[in-house]
């Protein structure tokens, strides 16, 4: 039974990596930052199937630990502060897990087992103001926030650790990628949680930042495939996944409100405080390499995943409702 190692466990991506490695006969290894709070509301339905240890990218002496004591034999690094408005409040603090995170789990992969197997999860953000349209895996990277910023230098470590170490060091350059697991932080699902607020009488509008920004969506469960894909091949790469297709916010906002019987339009409120500072252009994939070699393909459209999460807050609020 191979071991797999997922920093981030507790997360979007965690959460549906976890369950596929499990169906593949993984033991999963999840490392979790030590909290006063325990947040495993994601996993909590595989915590008897899992372990779940803790650890913290800030910490080189725990990811050696971690890696002498559970001799995974593939890494995948999903642990990040991830939400881009943040990285403009803390942008110091993103620098040091986002980016220089990476480099401690590289560090202790090359002294404790180099021929350990490792993602890193890199981010279309890096793309930022882009240079090219759509991006692929030779797009120069223009990034436009500090998350991105961080991101590209994960990015670029990873790649330099896999050139001059020889480590089997991949990197995935996931487009947006949602689910009903996605935070309530994040503009997707904001919109159906407020939709099916609306619905259900517990809220009267939506404040919403620019409807025209345009994102390449698709579904997390379907992307941590890709995931695990790049690490099966025979040499390590780095590969842009999306579906090749975008969509506007004000395009989810109305498939969302559509969903439960709504017009967008009569809740929907543009606000100028939740602009970002420095707005990213077109962002839309070419996985064009995904495609021809790994043989991957996005199954959930995007209409199918918008109405998923809206089902799913619907689901959740009545529940809460009923309580």
């Known amino acids: 039974m191979p071991t797999a190692l997922i920093t981030g466990i507790t997360g979007q991506d965690g959460s549906y990596l976890a369950e596929l490695l499990l169906k593949k ?24 199937d899992i372990t779940v240890v803790q650890g913290d990218l800030h910490d080189q002496g725990s990811l050696l630990a971690l890696l002498e004591e559970y001799k995974p034999t593939e890494v995948y690094n999903l642990a990040a502060q991830s939400f881009v408005p943040t990285s403009w409040n803390q942008p110091a603090l993103t620098g ?31 793309f ?3 240079l090219e349209v759509p991006q ?19 990015h670029w470590i990873t790649v330099n ?3 001059s170490f020889n480590l089997f060091a991949t990197s ?28 259900l009488g517990m809220a009267h509008d939506l404040h919403l930042g620019n409807l025209e920004s345009q994102r390449d ?20 790469d780095s590969f842009v996944i999306g579906t090749g297709e975008t969509h506007a916010v004000r395009e989810f906002c109305e498939i969302a409100f559509a969903r439960v019987d709504l017009d967008y339009k009569k809740y929907v409120v543009q606000d100028e405080k939740f602009y970002r500072p420095a707005e990213v252009d077109l962002l839309i994939s070419d996985p064009t390499k995904a495609r021809t070699i790994l043989k991957w393909e996005p199954a959930v459209s995007f209409n199918d995943l918008v ?8 689901a959740r609020l009545k529940k809460q409702q009923a309580n």
């Open 217 to 236: 969506w698709g579904f997390a469960g379907d992307y941590v495939e890709a995931m695990w894909l790049m690490l099966q091949q025979e040499e390590p």
């Open 128 to 130: 930022g103001k882009v």
């Open 307 to 314: 109405s998923m999460m809206v089902d799913a807050d619907m």
């Open 136 to 154: 692929r895996e030779t797009t120069p990277f223009y990034p436009r926030s500090p998350y991105g910023v961080a991101k590209v230098y994960g």
């Open 96 to 126: 040091d897990v986002t980016a220089i995170g990476v480099t401690r789990l590289l560090e202790a992969i090359r002294f404790i087992n180099p021929k350990i197997r490792f993602y890193q999860a890199s981010s279309s953000e890096m």
């Open 172 to 199: 995935g350059i996931l487009f947006n990628h949602e689910s009903p697991r996605r935070g309530l932080e994040f503009v997707t699902r904001k919109i159906t949680d407020g939709a099916a607020r609306i619905k």
């Open 161 to 163: 650790y896999r050139e």
């Open 25 to 48: 006969g993984y033991n999963v290894v999840g490392v979790a930052r030590r909290s006063s709070t325990v947040t495993n509301e994601r996993i909590s339905h595989i915590l008897d």
